[in-house]
């Protein structure tokens, strides 16, 4: 398939009701979470700057809840934790993801690990500890709502393990197919139940029909908006096998350009979902009702948040990310050029992370 130098970049969020908003405490957060990661000696001395220079501090101040600065702290951890994890993911094997991510589950649920098992990524596992720690020291007594986030993050686990799986056998989905497991491995989920602790909502009212659309829409929504802009680092890193772009066009044999022209529409019909069903939640009683009503407030700036950001960080666009989003012009990285110098994670650091 051939592709053109330059393309056009939809607006996938132009129907969206919520404005990009930022934490007023960033300036005051901003960089703690990221000397915590530089302590953890996750990444090598250069990775580790490029790494820095994705503004993962900015991500939680514009997707996580607009409260103290220690909601903000953790919300940055969240972010820093996330990608951290993915980076370590995206260049193993099936079985070692397996191993490392069942480390992390271990952890989340309180169970002691076999720190000194051959494939226990030591810096991950600090990591995973320390931010379940703090966490519970912000957001207090909320056991439902923990075991929410903690079931959300298993199954961003799992499939990021499914994930390794098919890249190692170059699977391709079929876009529907595609979205069922991107929802768990885009970390929406997760994101939505941590920024939902402390609200203290029933586990019931996350059951009802019209609650789990809400939550898919919104994780479709960020799925694509990350793939969007991921989609041409993904590429010529070889990774872009998990990616809607690279489904739609394998599904329905169009190119580059026709892809985010139907991704445009796709997103379209998935925000007036959204918009529908909000408008159809059952009522639960003036107390849950306002919490649900601060969750779907918070999914809302979410979304909103991962888009703004992909074009305020370096990570997609580099120095011209904010132009981008003027003119809606990008250009691809030609395949190769730079290859897997883009990553995070060299083999060298994970075998040293696995032997720590």
């Not at 908003?21 to 700057?49: D, M, T, Y």
Request: one cysteine or more; proline letters at 3%; aromatic letters at 10%.
């Amino acid at each position: 398939m051939i592709f053109s130098t330059q393309h056009y970049i939809p607006d996938l969020l132009v129907s969206w009701p919520w404005k990009r908003s930022c934490n007023a405490h960033l300036a005051e957060v901003e960089g703690a979470s990221v000397k915590w990661i530089e302590s953890l000696g996750l990444f090598e001395p250069k990775q580790l700057r490029k790494f820095k220079s994705c503004k993962f501090d900015l991500l939680g101040a514009l997707v996580g809840p607009l409260e103290s600065p220690e909601h903000l702290r953790i919300s940055c951890d969240l972010m820093n934790f996330y990608f951290a994890c993915d980076e370590y993911t995206d260049v193993t094997d099936k079985e070692t993801a397996r191993m490392i991510t069942e480390d992390v589950m271990s952890i989340l649920r309180g169970e002691v690990i076999d720190t000194e098992a051959p494939h226990s990524c030591k810096p991950l596992n600090r990591m995973t500890q320390e931010f379940y720690e703090r966490t519970l020291s912000v957001v207090g007594d909320d056991a439902a709502g923990m075991e929410h986030f903690i079931k959300d993050f298993d199954d961003y686990t799992r499939a990021v393990i499914i994930e390794a799986d098919e890249r190692e056998r170059n699977h391709i989905r079929n876009v529907h197919e595609y979205f069922i497991l991107r929802r768990d491995t885009c970390g929406a989920k997760p994101s939505f139940s941590f920024f939902g602790l402390g609200l203290n909502i029933p586990s019931y009212v996350f059951e009802e029909p019209t609650m789990l659309s809400l939550i898919d829409s919104a994780s479709d929504l960020i799925a694509m908006v990350n793939d969007l802009h991921s989609y041409g680092l993904e590429r010529s890193r070889g990774l872009d096998g998990h990616n809607v772009v690279t489904a739609i066009m394998h599904e329905h044999q169009i190119d580059l350009q026709a892809a985010l022209h139907w991704l445009s529409g796709y997103a379209t019909r998935t925000v007036a979902r959204f918009i529908s069903d909000r408008a159809k939640l059952p009522s639960y009683g003036p107390h849950i009702d306002a919490a649900v009503n601060t969750f779907i407030d918070r999914m809302g700036r979410c979304v909103r948040g991962y888009d703004a950001w992909s074009y305020e960080t370096d990570r997609y666009y580099g120095k011209h990310g904010l132009r981008v989003q003027k003119t809606r012009k990008a250009v691809l990285l030609r395949t190769g050029i730079l290859g897997s110098s883009l990553g995070y994670i060299t083999r060298k650091q994970l075998t040293v992370s696995l032997a720590s």
